[in-house]
């Protein structure tokens, strides 16, 4: 089968692999349909987090279809549509129990090498395995397009995780940080729940008018403060949701909350240290918190959001492409000229 990996000079390639499979216990084979290329996809290349091997099959976002099962697995069948987490868990140790998937111990991350748990190969190729498939995999249900589900994986999961956890409440004023996808979805997802005005903080002026056409008040970030200033009679954001993972726009995020206000940090930060100021979190009584998108406890939910109209995230995908032509869409993703790039496998 057709698959993208990363060659030997650190770029991606597409390659002819073995098909997975047979499927063992608990496991299950799936024909892609769709595979997102994310951020994550792009820091896996650079070396940001260390380097993935060559011949390391990149992407962990994908919709597809079950050509396989392997036994034990009673929940899923051949033929079934579903939709993944970007990363696996098994479903039923003390994290998984408490909603923690991310810290379970079986956990392993699609297309990342050995980054971010033991190697899991990626989905951006025609068959994908999937370990304990009934926790990692979703049904899709038949009235949720394929395109927003892909976003449930990963980007939309996220900005939902960083909207919960910052503990929005209706009316409250929200600065994003950062106008990539999961910044102009968190935006999304915090118009949707009723924030009072959302600010989008992002240099690139392309993203900034995405940002302003979904609702947000968009602004580069020199104006920032200013801008948000002006929403809260010089307060600060009662919310700042962190997506870039830079030092520099942690420090922004603490520039922007107000007192008593919350920071959800959900960019991946690869610096190994950030000086907190802490005599002004501890005299502000700020809460900082680093967020983990959870797709495996977040999908029934977003899938209903997305059915009833609440919520409509495909307006980050601004690129559709083939297999072949995945090469060619990592370097426009590259140079932000794409948001968001699916791959349409099998066209
Ligand atoms: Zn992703
Ligand atoms: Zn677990």
Known sequence: MKAVAVASDGKPEVIEVAEPGPPGPGEVVVAVELAGICGTDLHVLRGDFGAAPPGTILGHEFVGCIVAVGSGVTRLLAGDRVVNSDYTACGHCRWCRRAGHWHCDERRFFGTGELFGPAQAGAQAERVLVPNAETTLSLLDPRCPPEAAILLSDNLAT??????????????????????????LSAHCALAVGAGSVVVVEPNPA?????????????????????????????????????????????????????????????????????????????????????????????????????????????????????????????????????????????
């Open 207 to 347: 993203r900034r008018s995405v940002a302003a056409s979904q609702g947000a008040v968009a602004t580069d970030p020199d104006n920032a403060r200013a801008t948000v200033d002006g929403l809260t009679g010089g307060d600060g954001a009662d919310v700042v949701i962190e997506a870039v993972g830079l030092i520099a726009t942690l420090d922004s995020a603490v520039d922007l909350v107000r007192r008593g206000g919350r920071v959800a940090s959900v960019g991946v930060p690869s610096a190994g240290t950030w000086t907190v100021p802490v005599a002004k979190a501890f005299s502000d009584e700020l809460t900082l918190s680093f967020v983990v998108g959870n797709p495996i406890s977040t999908n029934d939910r977003l899938q209903r959001m997305v059915i009833g109209g609440a919520l409509d995230p495909t307006f980050v995908i601004d690129g559709r492409t083939t297999l072949a032509e995945a090469p060619t869409a990592y370097e426009a993703a590259m140079a932000q000229r794409h948001l968001k790039v699916v791959l349409e496998v099998g066209r």
């Open 159 to 184: 900005a939902w995780s960083a909207v919960e956890r910052a503990r929005l409440e209706p009316g409250e004023v929200v600065a994003v940080i950062g106008g990539g996808p999961v910044g102009l």
